[in-house]
């Protein structure tokens, strides 16, 4: 059995699922049922100064796809629209109860230092384990210069970073807005503030869809529509990447980095992880389905990992990183050809209308008696994927690996008019 | 046999016969169409399309429901198929688009339910007051169309369409042919085939001319001199007969004319024996056997002469009848009837195997108040004997455009060759349609010409 367990910049949870700062973390009520499902920890809903927000209706709008729901969500909610001093006890209590959890708080007040001095005792108090910076919000609490506005611009993560690190002896967690030009720039500023860890992706600047009815951006609240923050499954391609270029910069080398956006299940979880995330934060995937999710990305994971021979996280967490490297040095005499197995095939044609359209007409159809007979041009094939990425069965077409003959780059490669010369 | 002869009407209460007679299979919500229509694949060169005799774009419809495009869903199947709501209640779909879906191959049976989501789009047509086609200008051209189930009501609509001015003639006082007279109550319920018929006329230029019969009030000599062109889509009118002395006796009665006088009626006052003998395994044997049950009948055997495997009937089809309540028996051939003052009281079956043949030494009795033949429809040529119109094999000669040996003279659907579905004969009428329509622009040209 695999060992889960988890320390993260120091803070410890029986395994590394911890629901992130969001509306499933806001009450006790639902912290506790977390807790009681199995989650390892809590991001606790951002606190604020009193008073506190007030929050809209609705609050959300989704994203389907072909029958799925909710393959995208996306928010207008604020921070917690709780008095602090409720958030507050109540964490406590929690904390108390459940000692060998993860209980950490987000936090987000404005860009004054006193303000952060004034907050973090009353936190610290609690017994939290360690604080995240929610400097990722990119809807209503930027237009008021916090959340995204103050994680856009680099000198302030670093200096309210500082501030933090400066009054108290919690672990501060960075949590980045993914709505930037180059993840790196605000990733270095919190290193260089002393963050202990950072926490990526936040919402995704988004509008998800437009009511047509309406004439207005969903969800609509009195005939408008705001801009939310994008998240769910369809995100983790963007949170993959850009956790994958903090874990493998050198400035950024070693700091522990909990990975969200989009993980829906072990899977997710164990990708996260080799892309150089030591814990992971969820949110959708329990908004979608309840918190009893979490078993099978515990079990899950534990039976992927006992499968390949690791035994704890460590040895899973940042595993693809050397291996995510930039366009230049991937080998370019390497080559794949796809392959169909006839035995498998259905004949829906649908390998054949993708290459023949929007690819390399290299999948030849016949109409056979029984059914449509799909074969590929091996000479014409270039290797792309799409025919197996858009073929309804499960392992019928897979891209063949060809010998490959040595290694050739684009930087030494002859049809490179800037290529290096021996 | 000492049993009293038991015919009567109204054996069930009406409350039961309605819901016996209700929509069979109901159509789909609009949660179970979406789920559905996600399911399709979309495939390209779809093998569904290649199995639907009026090859209806299913990929495209079904992709238009899932997108929520009603509209374009059921024009999609209306420009193929202008009865494509009667087909998706009647046709055989296992046997035919269903049969071809690529999910079968990925699990048998499990085929999207091509038939039920044509059915939602045709259905989602049937409930707005806008027809989805436009009549063209009209040409002044008549065409005349003999029979007005579903070959000539496909081609009347597509004649009009085209701007002709068409006249259907049929014998009966409503048109829809089979569709109203000659398929299971269930099946198309709620009095859909009349509902489709005046959708199919909304577009305007087709008349209806009711008790018309071909050969008797009405002839091909006669409509060649009125019209530009006559569509003949005549059907099979005739019945075969088991070939007894004494066929004739009360309780005995051809199969199809029971259907039609169930669906002519009210059904309380429909006829059926308490203990009712089919003999066929087509639809019509299946369609009889079905209904009689419903309408009360107390013991329902379907004896067909040869296995299952043999039956006209789909596996589907004969299913339905095993679950309604039917005893199917193969392998029996009719031997003769037992009358009691000229009613049936039973009915003698010979045993047979695919080896050996029937034994009459080797046989079984049926007790029967009623007895409904099903052993099969056959084309009568009489009503255009004299019209020298070449008929082989016992249906009407028709090239690839259903042109007929008779210049002018097109037919199609069940009275020529080809399979007996309602979809085929929906393919043969607009396919002749469009021959006809070729033929008369045509010639209006060359008089252009000429007048010019």
Redesign the interface.
Known sequence: MADLRTVFAGIKSPNPFWLASAPPTDKEYNVRRAFQAGWGGVVWKTLGEDPPVVNLSSRYGALGFEGRRLIGLNNIELISDRPLATNIAEIKRVKREFPDRAVIVSLMVPCEEDKWKAILPIVEETGADGIELNFGCPHGMSERNMGAAVGQVPEYVEMVTRWCKQNTRMPVIVKLTPNVTNILMPARAARAGGADAVSLINTIQSVIGVDLDAMAPMPVVGGKGTHGGYCGPAVKPIALRMIGEIARDPTMAGIPISGIGGISNWRDSAEFLAMGAGSLQVCTAAMHYGFRIVEDMIDGLSNWMDGKGYERLDDVTGRAVSQFVPWNQLNMKFRTIADIDQDACVGCGLCHIACEDTSHQAISKRNGPDRRHYEVIEDECVGCNLCAHVCPVDDCITMVPQPVDGELTWPEHPSNPHRITA | MGTRFDIACGRLPEAVLDLNFADAHPGLSNEQA??EA?RC???????CVEACPTDIDIPRFIKAI?SDNLAGASKTILQSNILGGSCARVCPTEILCEQKC??T??EANHAVRIGALQRFATDWQMNQTTHPFQRAQSTGRRVAIVGAGPAGLACAHRLAMHGHDVTIFDRHEAPGGLNQYGVAAYKLADNFAQKEIDFLMSIGGIQFQGGAVLGQTITLADLRQSYHAVFLGIGLSGVRALGFENEGVEGVLDAVAFIEALRSSTLSEVPVGRRVVVIGGGNTAVDAAVQAKRLGAEEITLVYRRGPEHMSATSVEREWAQTNGVTVRFWASPHHLLTDQDAVQGICFSRGTPEGGYDPQDSFTLEADMVLKAIGQVFVPDPIQKDQILVENGRIVVDAHGRTSMPGVYAGGDCTAGEDLTVAAVRDGRDAAEAIHAELMASSVEKDANNG
């Open positions: 979406a789920l996600d694949f979309y495939c390209y060169d779809a093998p899932a690529v999910h191959a990925i």
